[in-house]
């Protein structure tokens, strides 16, 4: 079994958009829309504003509390949209059950989707338009480019296995568009049988100890989209 080293990459990823943004003549801002009160949430806020504190990109971030209202949202989606300073919107995910994602996302500015969720975007990428590409399906390319090469794997056939289709279907599409045999599942859904199947299995369902290693096919890429606190 190898790990595959994140941290390194992502060091090598910021230093390199670093250098990037040195020569844009502007300074890209983001702005993230955190409610309520999940501590993975909160954890992963504070890493995108480290890596954007890296990578010299302007960070701004709004807190809501966990019954803030869908139209309470979607106001400050609408002055994001329209700031000259901010670039890219970003809605943590998951909002509390009372909010529709849908339509919190749907709210953004196309062109400032960062996590490509957009549903105009999904269109575009469904029908190979040139489109936001999902930061996050980007991310996980870029892990299993990393082990496939260091461990000489020609993985192709993959599963994704989730519990929010707003995350897996942009990833299965840009993953397909990457040249894998890529598909999705929710994970109510799963027949544990059939992942000895597949090269390549990318979990995100927040739920730790979801899977274990006998689950797996021999020198398969498994990549966990999540942090897990456990006692």
Not at 9 to 20: H, N
Not at 171 to 188: P, R, V, Y
Request: proline fraction near 5%.
């Amino acid at each position: 079994m190898r790990s595959i080293d994140g941290q390194a990459l992502a060091k090598k990823i910021r230093a390199e958009l670093k250098d990037k943004i040195a020569t844009l003549g502007i300074i890209p801002g983001l702005g993230v829309i955190l409610v309520g009160n999940d501590p993975a949430s909160h954890l992963y806020v504070r890493l995108k504003e480290k890596a954007c504190a890296e990578a010299g990109i302007y960070f701004e971030k709004y807190l809501f509390s966990a019954d803030a209202t869908e139209e309470t949202i979607i106001q400050k989606i609408q002055e994001l949209n329209i700031a000259p300073n901010i670039h890219g919107i970003l809605i943590q995910l998951p909002l509390p059950s009372h909010l529709n994602p849908n339509s919190v996302i749907t709210a953004i500015d196309q062109a400032k989707d960062v996590d490509g969720f957009h549903p105009d975007n999904v269109k575009k990428m469904r029908e190979g338009q040139p489109a936001v590409e999902p930061v996050l399906a980007k991310a996980i390319w870029r892990l299993i480019e990393d082990a496939r090469k260091n461990a000489g794997l020609d993985a192709k056939k993959c599963l994704i296995i989730g519990n929010s289709d707003a995350f897996t279907e942009p990833l299965e599409l840009f993953l397909k568009q990457k040249g894998l045999d890529a598909s999705h599942i929710h994970f109510q859904e799963l027949n544990r049988s059939v992942i000895k199947q597949f090269d390549i299995v990318i979990i995100a369902v927040g739920q730790p100890n979801f899977l274990h290693g006998d689950d797996f096919k021999d020198d398969s890429i498994v990549i966990d989209v999540g942090i897990n606190r456990l006692p």
